[in-house]
Each structure stands twice: as structure tokens, then as C-alpha cells.
């Protein structure tokens, strides 16, 4: 198993940025971030391999960066020039083999 513990959320305002963070237990090949606005399915953010091959939801990319560092078994996310429509909960999700894992979720609120 991958226990998985995010951090970083809170409220910003339009145009703001935030860094969220993601500890797992171990490290994984697939990396990402999703999240789930309310009344919304969970969606794509943004995914990283161990060798730091991303990709980016289009709704995210030229805004956001998905970085690791393999030696803390991090994975952060920076997301800038946030909007409302950004306003979720944001979850970090980890691959081992054919098993996804989950953190808990950090709320992200964009609001004036």
C-alpha cells in the first residue's frame, strides 16, 4: 500500500497562487493530481512520472506545474493565476502497478 498526505490548500484569491504538497510512503512510477468540485466528477490535474515526463489537463497548462522530488517522495503541484472555477477539493494520486491510491484530499477555495 501507498499512504499518501497532501497539504497546501486554503482560500486565495482570484489571481493568486498556492504549492500544494504530497508525501507519499513510497515512491511510484505515476504521480498526479486530481480534483473534485462539488456536484462535479474528480478530474485530471496534472500527472509526473519518476522521470519528470508530465501532462497537463487543459484546463490547468500554462498555469500550473507538476514537479517530484524522488528524494523526499514528494510531488508538489504550484498552480498561479487561480480563477473560481479552480475552487475544489484536490487529491493526490499515486500508481502502484494495477492499484491507484489516494490521499485524503486538501480543499482549494478561489474567492474574492
Known amino acids: 500500500q501507498v499512504q499518501l498526505v497532501e497539504s497546501g490548500g486554503g482560500l486565495v484569491q482570484p489571481g493568486g497562487s498556492l504549492r500544494l504538497s504530497c508525501v507519499a510512503s513510497?515512491?511510484?512510477?505515476?504521480m498526479g493530481w486530481y480534483r473534485q468540485a462539488p456536484g462535479k466528477e474528480r478530474e485530471l490535474v496534472a500527472t509526473?512520472?519518476?522521470?519528470?515526463?508530465?501532462n497537463y489537463a487543459a484546463s490547468v497548462k500554462g498555469r500550473t506545474t507538476i514537479s517530484r522530488d524522488n528524494a523526499k517522495n514528494t510531488v508538489y503541484l504550484q498552480m498561479n493565476s487561480l480563477k473560481p472555477e479552480d475552487t475544489a477539493v484536490y487529491y493526490c494520486k499515486s500508481r502502484l502497478g494495477i492499484y491507484d491510491y489516494w490521499g485524503q484530499g486538501t480543499q482549494v477555495t478561489v474567492s474574492s
Open positions: 513510497l515512491n511510484t512510477y505515476l
Open positions: 509526473i512520472t519518476s522521470g519528470g515526463s508530465t
